[in-house]
């Protein structure tokens, strides 16, 4: 408390971030961080032998030789949380007017309080204050006006209560030990002590006092210039995002300068190609009329003939032969011109087409965008194009069928400690693990559709798809246990079949700290390391956006919940306590667009990798949900439905292509 007023007291600050709960042994380790001791002793045994890192910051914790034990209790906490407790949640703010106003907690009538007894932590009204005094046992206590309380003169009086006891002699720590550098009681000191070097506690604190302010003021220092650069960032901030505006701005007018000269083109040539049709028509008119009429003639010639050779007497056919025989030889002696040959008059037509890819063309056309660097000069963006990492093809296995090392729809894979691949293979009803290298280890038979399978820090594997359990299997496929999920919906009416249907759980991911998210329809379950349900997330980004009944989860290393959403194609992050944080991606078939994406998971980075199944692609999104590009297109896989990161930066992917290989391992450039 920084001004010495209980006000500042807030539940954050008396909360254990791992179970979200009031702190019960708070422990405090060298990061100044506070949690639970049983807390950290369930996150120490998921972690390896003798490390333990902070959940907050991640900085490593080294453990005390008597383990959790060791850590210094953080009494602080227990003395406000004491002081805290006394107080009627809801209830001691009598106005929102008076923001000094108290109301009494000793009575039920709401009066407003007058005085504040430290020793019993209770608002007393005046009625309650004189009864207060006229107690016998509480004659002693220390009564100050509330004015004390909210203006900070209450520091010395909250300062005096103490709450650090000597763990071994339960009694009140008054001596400082500067050789152990410890907090000891009067016993402790006569019995083990005694030759060291120690003095009263309360001198002890006000050196310690002296020496944190000095050392508290060259923090403050340092904040004071990250305030400055703040102050020198934040409009920064403000001005790229106007040039991103105006850059999209400039693409826009450039993309539809480029379609009105394309659409200009296309007129000019349709306009030269009717003109082109009427002199061929024309022509083509003139050519056929004068046919039609050499073919009269010569028609008409042989009509003649052949009735004067049918039905002339010999004396007419004498008297017309002269003249026939000349017609016939005339008609005879005819030729077809050359121009009316159909090769002359009937050429192909076409367009000519000039070789290259009409993308990469009309991309160059519009312009690349391009960020100019005060050190390294001008540096091209990533392309936004079908594809913009290197993918190199390491290794595909898995065909269809019900053997070893084949499948019927594989929904999920996970990762083993040993490097192993676990992958679910929904129609067939199993597990199947494989090596790194693709070669079929074993099969876990099971009784249900395993939709999802994640592995725990110690190994374990959590399998969905049974009504509303976890199924916990060791590394070997044995199972240990299976876990109901609490507080989660029990039924749900399906539109398609005008029935009542029992959900079951579908998504799962562990995070850092040994929480499991689980989704089950359209909500999102915060479980701690031993399965109680701690909390949903899922709420706040808006009607428009509420979560649908299809969704796949995974978390980054700052223990953010990342949940893929089929139906509303689009990936949903939210904080560690389940605070909407923003969206990325939405339904359509652009670069930073998604079609039903199936699965998600993250890598070292914290960037976030889409299997975007009715896209055929794997899509790739920075830890602030900006689009990055696509790692794999519709050229390597066809409706990919999982996608996982092995340690040493690999890709592993299944999806439907089960001719060439369902399952497929790439390493990413």
């Known amino acids: 408390m920084a001004s010495g007023t209980i006000r500042e007291i807030n539940d954050e600050f008396l909360e254990c971030h791992i179970c979200f709960e009031a702190f019960k042994q708070p422990k405090m380790l060298p990061c100044l961080h506070t949690f639970c001791q049983p807390c950290l002793e369930r996150l120490l045994a998921t972690e390896?032998?003798?490390?333990?890192?902070?959940?907050?910051?991640?900085?490593?914790?080294?453990?005390?030789?008597?383990?959790?034990?060791?850590?210094?209790?953080?009494?602080?906490?227990?003395?406000?949380?004491?002081?805290?407790?006394?107080?009627?949640?809801?209830?001691?703010?009598?106005?929102?007017a008076r923001e000094d106003a108290f109301q009494c907690t000793a009575c039920d009538t709401s009066s407003l309080a007058t005085c504040y007894c430290v020793n019993c932590t209770d608002f007393l009204c005046e009625m309650c204050t004189d009864a207060h005094r006229r107690v016998k046992t509480a004659r002693s206590h220390k009564i100050v006006p509330v004015e004390d309380v909210t203006s900070g003169r209450l520091t010395t009086e909250l300062?005096?209560?103490?709450?650090?006891?000597?763990?071994?002699?339960?009694?009140?720590?008054?001596?400082?030990?500067?050789?152990?550098?410890?907090?000891?009681?009067?016993?402790?000191?006569?019995?083990?002590?005694?030759?060291?070097?120690?003095?009263?506690?309360?001198?002890?604190?006000?050196?310690?006092?002296?020496?944190?302010s000095r050392k508290c003021t060259a923090v403050q220092q340092m904040a004071d210039l990250y305030e400055t650069k703040l102050?020198?960032?934040?409009?920064?901030?403000?001005?790229?995002?106007?040039?991103?505006?105006?850059?999209?701005?400039?693409?826009?007018?450039?993309?539809?300068?480029?379609?009105?000269?394309?659409?200009?083109?296309?007129?000019?040539?349709?306009?030269?190609?009717?003109?082109?049709?009427?002199?061929?028509?024309?022509?083509?008119?003139?050519?056929?009329?004068?046919?039609?009429?050499?073919?009269?003639?010569?028609?008409?010639?042989?009509?003649?003939?052949?009735?004067?050779?049918?039905?002339?007497?010999?004396?007419?056919?004498?008297?017309?032969?002269?003249?026939?025989?000349?017609?016939?030889?005339?008609?005879?002696?005819q030729k077809i011109a050359k121009n009316t040959e159909p090769?002359?008059?009937?050429?192909?037509?076409?367009?000519?087409?000039?070789?290259?890819?009409?993308?990469?063309?009309v991309g160059q056309l519009v312009g690349e965008v391009k960020l100019s660097q005060h050190a390294n000069g001008p540096s091209k963006f990533p392309a936004a194009g079908p594809s913009v990492t290197a993918m190199p093809l390491l290794k595909t296995f898995g065909k269809e069928g019900d053997g070893n090392g084949e499948f019927r729809f594989p929904t999920s894979l996970a990762l083993l400690p040993n490097g192993?691949?676990?992958?679910?293979?929904?129609?067939?009803?199993?597990?199947?693990?494989?090596?790194?290298?693709?070669?079929?280890?074993?099969?876990?038979?099971?009784?249900?559709?395993?939709?999802?399978?994640?592995t725990s820090a110690n190994g374990d594997l959590l399998v969905t798809g049974d009504r509303r359990k976890i199924h916990v299997l060791d590394q070997h496929g044995r199972k240990s246990r299976v876990i109901h999920v609490q507080k989660a919906r029990k039924a749900y009416w399906d539109p398609c079949w005008e029935q009542w249907e029992n959900p079951y759980t579908k998504g799962i991911a562990v995070d850092n700290i040994g929480r499991v998210i689980v989704t089950i329809l359209d909500e999102v379950l915060v479980l701690s390391p031993t399965f109680k349900t701690l909390f949903k997330a899922g709420k706040g980004f808006g009607r428009q956006e509420q979560m649908t009944v299809s969704l796949r989860v995974a978390t980054n290393s700052q223990n953010h919940i990342i949940v893929c959403d089929d139906l509303n194609s689009n990936i949903k992050v939210f904080a560690v306590n389940g605070?909407?944080?923003?969206?990325?991606?939405?339904?359509g078939s652009g670069p930073a667009e998604l079609n039903r994406p199936y699965c998600v998971t993250t890598d070292a980075d914290d960037n976030i990798i889409v299997?975007?199944?009715?896209?055929?692609?794997?899509?790739?999104?920075?830890?602030?949900?900006?689009?990055?590009?696509?790692i794999l297109t519709r050229e390597t896989v066809y409706h990919p439905m999982a996608v996982a990161m092995t340690t040493d930066g690999r890709l592993v992917f299944s999806h439907q292509k089960y001719r060439e290989g369902c399952i497929g391992i790439f390493t990413i450039d």
């Open 48 to 96: 390896p032998a003798g490390k333990l890192s902070c959940p907050t910051c991640r900085v490593d914790a080294p453990l005390p030789k008597d383990g959790v034990r060791g850590f210094k209790n953080n009494f602080l906490v227990v003395k406000l949380r004491d002081i805290v407790q006394e107080q009627p949640k809801g209830k001691v703010r009598l106005t929102e």
């Open 611 to 630: 299997a975007d199944w009715g896209n055929h692609r794997v899509s790739q999104f920075a830890p602030d949900g900006t689009f990055l590009g696509q």
């Open 579 to 587: 605070r909407p944080m923003f969206t990325c991606g939405s339904f």
């Open 159 to 212: 300062r005096a209560t103490e709450t650090s006891k000597c763990q071994q002699h339960d009694e009140v720590n008054k001596f400082y030990c500067d050789t152990c550098r410890l907090v000891v009681c009067l016993h402790c000191v006569v019995t083990q002590h005694k030759d060291h070097c120690y003095m009263e506690i309360q001198q002890a604190a006000q050196r310690e006092r002296v020496l944190l």
């Open 420 to 454: 192993n691949i676990v992958v679910t293979d929904l129609d067939n009803k199993r597990l199947q693990v494989f090596d790194q290298n693709g070669t079929f280890r074993f099969k876990v038979k099971l009784s249900f559709d395993p939709w999802s399978v994640a």
């Open 343 to 361: 090769s002359n008059l009937g050429s192909n037509l076409g367009l000519d087409i000039p070789k290259g890819d009409i993308e990469e063309e």
């Open 231 to 333: 102050h020198e960032l934040r409009p920064l901030k403000d001005a790229w995002s106007k040039q991103i505006q105006d850059t999209v701005e400039e693409l826009e007018m450039r993309t539809q300068a480029v379609v009105q000269a394309a659409m200009k083109a296309k007129d000019e040539k349709i306009s030269a190609l009717r003109i082109l049709n009427a002199h061929r028509e024309k022509d083509l008119d003139a050519t056929i009329n004068m046919i039609e009429m050499k073919l009269t003639l010569a028609k008409s010639c042989i009509h003649f003939t052949d009735h004067v050779l049918e039905y002339g007497s010999p004396a007419e056919v004498c008297s017309v032969s002269e003249e026939l025989s000349e017609r016939l030889e005339q008609n005879a002696k």
